[in-house]
């Protein structure tokens, strides 16, 4: 029997199955992420031997890679046509080498070869997988229904799966990475382990969604695709604030093992403070999801981001000195993460309908692979950012820090983030595509 056969390929409903696959297929990617972003750069630091700046460097080099990379991915799977979709086939061909490269990320070379290179080589790789697997995966989203409301039914479990797995990565590795062994080997098994996961939710994903919405059998072109993503204002708004959002995330989850290592004096402190910036942030998908609905996703957004500002504010002059209040009051103003998250995204689905009704063109690829590129290049650029700083505080690895630098850590923590938080409040004030216009671009469009 073919695999269609077993997916009821004949019937239009969406399955229950089918948001648990989707949602585990999320899960298991945001794992990789998590994983490579929370702690690529202390392994690079303490265990390759990299400077910070040149590990930070690193990151720039990739993202210009994956600045022609991404939308060419994007333009690959706009020419996709097969039996299983425009989207699906990646979920079956490209876990492997996914898999391959997360261990090589996290492995340090027995033969001869500059670590550098090394990590140069092994990064950029990564990168590249990613893309393969991260832009079919949201593309997705656009396709397994006709309906608005199941599209962001897919989204919202998506983006709640997303901190789920962040939870994982946060609470577990270290005392994952420890079972394993100490060392650079804990670091190695543990990405193996989290490959793994990923490798399972990506199969799922493949043989338990389908694709419903139909899809034009005139290709784009690359020049055209490129087009379709400078022409998108609405797109390019929310890309505008997404980058900023994502720095964020990035920032704090790459700090928070030098922060709980050298602030405050135990690497113990990773879960329960990894903890207290994730698991609310699940709540805030949740919270934020349902009032986006009711009162506007624009208008939402907003009141998030201004709290988020201030609740930044207000953990830098708690301070580090008591760390149960500050994981206190951290817990509280990390509600306020979850809404970005689940709007930005819902957000931009409406671009892909408003660029349908322009150009008579609906390229999900093309534009979900802005956001696999926004969300690398966010990453990279809190890491670049967390390079600089690093070097500008001081920081020596391995070794007591200065009570200066310890402030510095502190300051990147809280301040940085506040500083960004405030900038992506400008794109969203300008952003025009509110609800009211969006029923009107679905009425025309005949949905």
Not at 78 to 97: C, D, M, N, V
Not at 103 to 120: G, M, R
Request: aromatic share 14%; proline share 4%.
């Amino acid at each position: 029997m073919k695999i269609e056969d077993n997916l009821a390929y004949g019937k239009d409903k969406v399955k229950f199955s089918e948001y648990c696959a989707f949602s585990f297929g999320v899960f298991g990617q945001n794992i990789i992420y998590g994983f490579i972003v929370a702690y690529i750069m202390i392994f690079y630091t303490d265990y390759l031997g990299i400077a910070s700046t040149a590990a930070g460097t690193l990151f720039f080099v990739a993202r210009l890679w994956d600045a022609i990379n991404d939308p060419m991915m994007g333009f690959l799977t706009e020419q996709t046509r097969t039996r299983w979709g425009k989207f699906r086939p990646y979920f079956l061909f490209a876990p492997i080498p996914l898999l391959i490269v997360i261990v090589l990320s996290f492995t340090i070379p027995t033969f001869k070869i500059d670590n550098l290179l090394w990590a140069y080589m092994t990064y950029i790789a990564y990168g590249m997988i990613y893309t393969v697997m991260d832009i079919p995966m949201w593309s997705m989203t656009s396709v397994m229904s006709k309906n608005q409301k199941e599209r962001n039914k897919f989204i919202t479990c998506g983006k709640t799966a997303a901190p789920l797995a962040l939870v994982l990565v946060s609470v577990v590795t270290v005392p994952v990475m420890k079972l394993f062994g100490e060392g650079a080997i804990g670091y190695k098994l543990t990405a193996l382990l989290y490959g793994a996961i990923a490798f399972v939710g990506f199969m799922g994903l493949f043989l338990f969604t389908r694709e419903r919405v139909e899809y034009s059998e005139n290709k784009v072109t690359f020049k055209e695709s490129i087009n379709l993503i400078i022409r998108n204002t609405p797109l390019l708004k929310i890309l505008s604030a997404q980058i900023l959002v994502t720095l964020v995330d990035s920032l704090i989850m790459a700090l928070i093992m030098y922060y709980c290592i050298y602030v405050l004096g135990s690497d113990s402190y990773v879960p329960l403070l990894s903890a207290s910036f994730v698991i609310p942030m699940i709540i805030g998908v949740i919270i934020a999801s349902k009032l986006g609905e009711q009162f506007g996703k624009k208008r939402t957004l907003i009141i998030f981001l201004v709290i988020r500002f201030m609740g930044f504010i207000l953990l830098y002059f708690v301070g580090y000195e008591n760390i149960y209040l500050f994981i206190g009051v951290n817990t509280i103003v990390s509600i306020t993460f979850g809404a970005p998250e689940v709007l930005l995204p819902s957000m931009m689905v409406e671009t892909i309908d408003y660029m349908e009704l322009k150009t008579g063109i609906r390229a999900e690829g093309v534009i979900w692979s802005t956001q696999t590129f926004i969300a690398k290049a966010g990453a990279a650029l809190s890491g670049v950012i967390l390079g600089i700083l690093l070097k500008f505080i001081k920081y020596v690895p391995n070794e007591v820090q200065t009570v200066s630098t310890i402030k510095g850590f502190h300051g990147i923590l809280t301040l940085v983030p506040a500083l960004a938080v405030l900038l992506t409040l400008i794109p969203i004030i300008v952003y025009k595509l509110d609800e009211k216009k969006y029923r009107e671009i679905l009425r025309k469009l005949g949905r």
